[in-house]
């Protein structure tokens, strides 16, 4: 067991001491209680359960840094006549998030990234124009000659902003995995002393320990195929496998809420295909993208987003993942990088099944996305199929590196960027500096 797999039993219930202290924001209240818990003893669920929340009340003060007048400062020096007033509908509208932290509102560190989402909402604020015409080709080709592939080399590299020479150090970085859409997977040059997952692990890396190194990167090379599907053109056989249909907690919960959507949605529905794209077409319609603190400080993420109607790209993955999975129709996560000729940046996604062709793919965040910006044809573009940027290093939503880091990661649940400890101590994001740029990008 790692202290990863504490975060396996955020579905148990805190002491109601505990919870009352933690929404309330009083820090070191709660971390005096839990201390106490786990000093008298307790079951080894609820022992797990407090020793993820002291590690979940050691991220909350990074990851909403600003108070009140720093946050409407901020927006100020874009929109300089922005109100209190419109702060405060900002904030009820879920717009901008939000927790108590020692007895004040502190906000997202992201909070105006996602704000410019929302020109209507937030007209002040300085928007980027953006010519999706390269896009929209790329997608009108893949529908007309059926698939495109790119060839792709990234590199990737990992540090700890502070010197860690003489130390123990352990890094892991993300490498493509073995999947129907890549192929030709090649490390070009990496770091010396290296260790190559297989292929095929659920979240693959290419590995280091270290006293003489705390610097490592990594250059490869692969191949991905972007296929274009129409799923309603496909044939049902009238048989569903039952992989990839069960709960995965604490996140992929078959809760009462969820249960009683995904039965509204597909109800007097036949097909896999059918019940998929009620799912995909009212998370799409009506789940907003927002910025996320660390995953970590989420609480069961597929039914809070289903409340909420916020998410970024992994909280809407795993919606449609329960909502499919409660309807019967296999499905499954995947995630890595959104990779284009000038850039790569964090992204995930999600498979469902349809027998008897096999898997497809929906990207719900772009969906959702296109929804926003009035684009109906991309939005029905990726219930079905994706496109060529991409890199798929994941195929499972948390679960343990190969080796398995054996201290709390700075994300538990996904490996997009990597990971290093320090002398047996896990470094949070804030601590390392983590690279990936495009070097290569050739349309096939």
């Not at 148990?12 to 839990?34: K, M, N, Q, T, Y």
Request: hydrophobic share 35%; with cysteine.
């Amino acid at each position: 067991m790692t202290e990863n797999d504490n975060y396996l039993h955020l579905m148990v219930d805190l002491p109601s001491d505990v919870s009352r202290r933690c929404v309330a924001g009083d820090l070191e209240g709660a971390r005096r209680l839990i201390t106490r818990y786990l000093d008298a003893g307790c079951e080894l669920p609820l022992r797990c359960r407090l020793n993820a929340e002291l590690d979940r009340l050691r991220r909350l003060e990074s990851n909403y840094p600003y108070d009140r007048a720093t946050a409407i400062a901020l927006v100020r020096q874009e929109w300089p006549d922005f109100t209190e007033a419109q702060f405060d509908a900002l904030v009820d509208a879920q717009r901008i998030d939000w927790r108590y932290i020692n007895g004040e509102e502190r906000y997202l560190a992201s909070f105006l990234t996602s704000l410019r989402l929302y020109p209507k909402d937030a007209p002040g604020l300085k928007q980027t124009a953006e010519d999706h015409t390269k896009r929209d080709n790329i997608l009108r080709r893949m529908e007309e000659e059926g698939e495109i592939s790119a060839l792709i080399t990234l590199k990737a590299a990992i540090r700890p902003n502070q010197s860690a020479r003489g130390k123990a150090v352990q890094a892991w970085l993300p490498i493509p995995a073995q999947c129907p859409q890549q192929s030709g997977i090649q490390i070009l040059s990496a770091t010396e002393g290296y260790t190559l997952a297989p292929e095929d692990t659920q979240a693959r890396t290419i590995y280091w320990e270290s006293r003489e190194r705390d610097s490592f990167e990594v250059t490869y090379r692969y191949k991905f195929r972007a296929e274009y599907v129409d799923p309603f053109t496909l044939p049902w056989d009238g048989q569903q496998p039952l992989f990839y249909t069960g709960e995965w907690l604490p996140h992929i919960a078959f809760t009462p809420y969820l249960r009683t959507l995904a039965e509204r949605l597909t109800k007097d529905l036949d097909t896999p295909v059918e019940k998929a794209y009620a799912i995909y077409n009212w998370v799409t319609e009506n789940v907003d993208y927002r910025h996320q603190p660390s995953y970590v400080l989420l609480d069961n993420i597929a039914d809070t987003c289903a409340k909420d109607l916020r998410g970024d790209c992994g909280v809407m993955a795993l919606l449609f993942i329960t909502l499919c999975r409660i309807a019967g129709i296999p499905s499954k996560w995947q995630s890595g990088l959104s990779v284009h000729p000038d850039s790569a940046g964090c992204h995930d996604w999600c498979m469902f099944y349809a027998a008897p062709h096999g898997w497809l793919y929906a990207d719900p965040s772009f969906g959702s996305g296109a929804r926003r910006n009035l684009e109906p044809h991309r939005r029905r573009h990726y219930f079905g199929s994706l496109d060529p940027w991409r890199m798929v290093a994941n195929s499972a939503f948390q679960t343990p590196l190969s080796p398995a880091d054996p201290c709390f990661r700075h994300d538990p649940y996904d490996n997009q960027l990597g990971e290093m400890t320090v002398d047996g101590v896990g470094l949070l994001g804030s601590e390392m500096e983590r690279t990936v740029e495009t070097l290569e990008f050739t349309l096939l």
